[in-house]
């Protein structure tokens, strides 16, 4: 048996048991990684996927056992070329940063450029996406890092730390009612009043509109909203041209930058969330992650983060 028949089965694993995909993604062909898995199969001993015809249908029972300790291998052997890169290039190399477009739009521009005066060799791309999709990013090793406020701290197989907490915000034009309200009244803005009014917010998989909905339901109130969009500065623009109000993650609303809008702090309404950042467990990190972490949040030292990771082992 060998790596590259390892690599083979991880990856029809994640490209869905198509052969063809697999072989797409790893730049040979579908017969070679047919081929390459029959050869381990027969010198395991065990079928390792069930088939239909010459389709792969999932894993069998000894299949799945097989599947976690290749994982287990290839990311031992991922591990080691980090080592040794690290080593022999501690200070250049390349970094995926998995992130909402929220964090790439408001968070990381207060920390790319420092980060970027710092490691100046290395070569950085961001990877935008939804929570869940930055999970699986990281799980098969498609970003180093990722960076949101759901999912991450739910799936298994990450290693997640806060980066910063936040509330929500209203946003409205300047003619419209709530905005009347006194800004150190903010407790006069509730739901009942928020459900008078079409709504424009995150779509649900994005920056606390889990909260959102729940906030309504436990109250008894049904809003009306009528239009959900990834990020906020959509949300700004159709609140601008008048479609309804808008829910916002507070982080989103400058009033120097927004001059057209009027924000209400809603943290009463919809709570205080958390924004984390996450890795793979069993992951070696570089030295510069290190530095990127304590740069997003000043309390993840390298001493805290290794504690993190000592915890999962």
């Known amino acids: 048996m060998n790596l590259q028949q390892f690599r083979f089965v991880r990856e029809t694993i994640r490209q869905n048991y198509n052969l063809t995909d697999a072989a797409r993604a790893l730049y ?19 079928k390792i996927f069930e ?11 000894p299949g799945e056992a097989v599947a976690e300790v290749i994982d287990r291998i290839m990311r031992e052997v991922d ?38 005066a710092r490691f100046p060799k290395v070569h950085m791309s961001l990877a935008e996406g939804s929570p869940p999709a930055l999970a699986q990013m990281i799980l098969h090793e498609q970003a180093d890092l990722a960076i949101a406020t759901e999912t991450l701290s739910n799936t298994p197989g990450l290693i997640t730390l806060p980066v910063y907490s936040w509330q929500h915000t209203v946003v409205v034009r300047p003619d419209h009612p709530l905005a009347d309200l006194p800004s150190n009244h903010a407790e006069a803005l509730n739901l009942q009043e928020l459900a008078k009014y079409p709504i424009v917010t995150y779509d649900h998989a994005f920056s606390g509109r889990s909260a959102i909905d729940e906030a309504f339901e436990n109250a008894g109130v049904v809003p009306d ?19 309804g109000i808008g829910i916002i993650a507070g982080m989103a609303f400058d009033p120097r930058r927004d001059k057209g809008l009027v924000g209400l702090p809603a943290g009463h309404l919809f709570g205080t969330h958390q924004t984390r950042v996450a890795v793979k467990e069993g992951t070696f990190m570089r030295d510069y992650l290190y530095v990127l972490l304590e740069m997003l949040n000043p309390d993840l030292e390298r001493d805290v983060v290794e504690a993190a990771l000592d915890r999962t082992e």
């Open 79 to 116: 591990n080691l070329r980090r080592v040794s890169d690290d080593f022999a290039r501690h200070d250049e190399g390349a970094l995926v940063i998995g992130c909402t477009h929220a964090q790439a739009r408001y968070l990381l521009p207060k920390v790319i450029p420092n980060f970027r």
């Open 28 to 46: 040979t062909s579908q017969p070679g990684v047919s081929k390459a898995i029959i050869e381990l199969e027969d010198e395991l001993g065990i």
């Open 225 to 243: 909203i009528v239009l959900a969009a990834l990020d906020a500065d959509v949300i700004k623009t159709y609140v601008d041209v008048g479609l």
């Open 51 to 61: 088939r239909h015809g010459k389709r792969l249908k999932g894993l069998t029972r």
